[in-house]
């Protein structure tokens, strides 16, 4: 009897010590696996700039993000009493060690250019999300409500987005001139090069028709793999269309490119449809998101409508 006693109080200590059940997880699918994401996310890096976007959007305040394409937030980004560690990617993407650093317990990178690289190393540090389609080419319709359901706010990122949509068609009805208007988008690398976009399926591409403009055809036709091509200045003429759209990473390439003889007597230039992009406006037109889109209707779309009225 003495050692059927001694044996339940053993069971019994036993069953007061079993392990807490495992905290819910919510499983967001993506193109290269699932995120199991925890219920209540504390430590978020976010590496897409949708990603950023629609966190921020959202109330979540990420410990990390991701810079692409400049050196600072942009201004839709920035908030006075929020000061994220900021990653900037080399040609490979992000550090998974500086990922790491921050003890992330969920990475966003829906809209990540290189998260087809990082993933296998992101994802043995957090749970990680990753593009539905390709990179380059995620809408930000789908980061938004990736974003929303990671971080359990479906709802409300349902409604970001049908509230950036009508904004849109609002800026589209207010500036009609844009409707059918045909654009091509390039990249000036060098005083004679320039590199363009060749596919309709770029986010810019893709963010540009939802205003009622086309992707210029001659721009699919053009050589190359990837989603862009490499022309000379004078072979800018392949590409001459209603609306020119073309960014200066370095400023002082803008008044050789555009004293050159061959770019001054394109048909798209003389007509009054060439736009020059620079600073934040690039980066709202090549990171759309919740924030950055609103920011392009006041500060771009009218500057496009103005060019596109000369076609």
Request: negative net charge; contains cysteine; charged residues 20%.
């Amino acid at each position: 009897m003495a050692a059927v006693l001694l044996l339940l109080v053993l069971l019994g200590g036993c069953a007061g010590t079993a392990p807490p059940p495992a905290e819910p997880r919510t499983p967001v699918a993506h193109r290269l696996g699932t995120a199991f994401v925890p219920r209540h996310p504390a430590r978020v890096v976010a590496l897409g700039p949708a990603d950023v976007d629609t966190a921020l959007a959202l109330g979540v305040r990420p410990v990390g993000v991701g810079l692409p394409l400049s050196a600072e937030l942009p201004p839709w980004q920035r908030r006075p009493d929020w000061h994220p560690t900021t990653l900037r990617p080399t040609s490979e993407g992000y550090s998974a060690e500086a990922v790491a650093a921050l003890h992330p317990d969920l990475i966003l990178a829906g809209s990540d250019y290189y998260i087809d690289r990082e993933y296998p190393a992101l994802s043995a540090i957090a749970p990680t999300t990753a593009f539905e389609t390709a990179p380059d080419e995620e809408p930000w319709q789908a980061t938004t409500r990736q974003v929303g359901a990671a971080l359990g706010e479906s709802v409300r990122a349902d409604e970001l987005v049908s509230d950036v949509e009508r904004r849109i068609r609002d800026a589209s009805a207010a500036h009609p001139q844009l409707a059918g208007a045909e654009f091509a988008i390039t990249l000036a690398h060098s005083p004679g090069g320039l590199g363009v976009i060749r596919t309709p399926r770029d986010v810019t591409a893709r963010t540009l028709a939802e205003f009622g403009m086309r992707f210029a055809s001659a721009a699919q036709h053009l050589p190359g793999k990837g989603f862009s091509a490499q022309l000379s200045a004078e072979s800018l003429h392949r590409v001459d269309t209603d609306v020119l759209l073309t960014s200066y990473p370095d400023p002082a390439l803008r008044p050789q490119l555009e004293s050159s003889p061959v770019f001054r007597n394109l048909n798209v230039v003389r007509r009054g449809g060439y736009l020059p992009v620079l600073a934040d406006s690039w980066l709202a037109l090549r990171e759309p998101g919740v924030l950055a889109i609103p920011h392009l209707i006041d500060n771009v779309v009218p500057d496009l409508s103005a060019a596109a009225q000369h076609r």
